[in-house]
């Protein structure tokens, strides 16, 4: 014996339209990474339900299809893992060096300057094809003419030092801008060491 049980169509309807919707899906992580000594910022991040602040080492932030946001953690491992290819890929951040020079010379560093040039070719050779800007620059002792020839003269020496430094840069530029860029103002004719520099920006 066959039996039916018969159910009103505007059941059947109403079933279908009580169904609950599927929770929106993750569409976007933000994770706040820490600088290369640990350090970290403050990251705000806002959808269209709220914010949420971010403020240490691999705090992450979820952003649902909905603009909802959910927070959380994460770790260096989890980040290496999932990321590792993508950032290593990134570009190194760009970093600036600065030498200076003694009174008159182009090619003789301050003692300060000295003991910082190993430390600049040990960074530049952990960079696989870095471009590098070396700038001249002089005090404002000696002619306009005679500190635009100082200054080139001594971004060719820094220049000359990173080549020797077995450094494979895809370009590297040097220029000279005299006295007219100082760090610090002085009247013509005056001696100042901070102004007799070099200046090396790497990207």
């Known amino acids: 014996m066959w039996g039916f049980l018969l159910i009103p169509a505007a059941m059947i309807v109403g079933a279908f339209?009580?169904?609950?919707?599927?929770?929106?899906?993750?569409?976007?992580?933000?994770?706040?990474?820490?600088?290369?000594?640990?350090?970290?910022g403050t990251l705000v991040v806002?959808?269209?339900?709220?914010?949420?602040?971010?403020?240490?080492?691999?705090?992450?932030?979820?952003?649902d299809s909905a603009g909802g946001l959910s927070a959380g953690t994460t770790s260096a491992a989890a980040v290496e893992n999932e990321f590792g290819a993508m950032l290593a890929a990134t570009p190194a951040a760009p970093r600036s060096f600065v030498?200076?020079?003694?009174?008159g010379s182009a090619d003789?560093?301050?003692?300060?300057?000295?003991?910082?040039v190993d430390?600049?070719?040990r960074y530049l050779l952990t960079l696989p094809a870095p471009e590098i800007q070396v700038i001249g620059h002089t005090d404002r002792v000696g002619s306009v003419e005679d500190n635009d020839r100082l200054s080139?003269?001594?971004a060719d020496t820094v220049k000359q030092f990173i080549s020797d430094a077995g450094v494979t840069a895809v370009r590297i530029d040097s220029?000279?801008?005299?006295?007219?860029?100082?760090?610090?103002?002085?009247?013509?004719?005056?001696?100042?060491?901070r102004n007799r520099r070099v200046e090396i920006r790497v990207r």
């Open 17 to 40: 339209l009580t169904q609950p919707e599927p929770p929106p899906q993750p569409t976007d992580t933000i994770i706040l990474l820490p600088d290369e000594d640990g350090s970290v």
């Open 175 to 193: 220029s000279g801008r005299g006295e007219r860029e100082p760090v610090v103002a002085t009247a013509d004719g005056r001696a100042e060491a």
């Open 46 to 63: 806002s959808g269209s339900t709220g914010q949420t602040t971010l403020n240490s080492a691999y705090a992450t932030a979820q952003a």
């Open 108 to 116: 003789t560093l301050s003692a300060e300057s000295q003991a910082e």
């Open 99 to 103: 030498v200076t020079f003694k009174s």
């Open 152 to 154: 080139r003269a001594r």
């Open 119 to 121: 430390e600049i070719k």
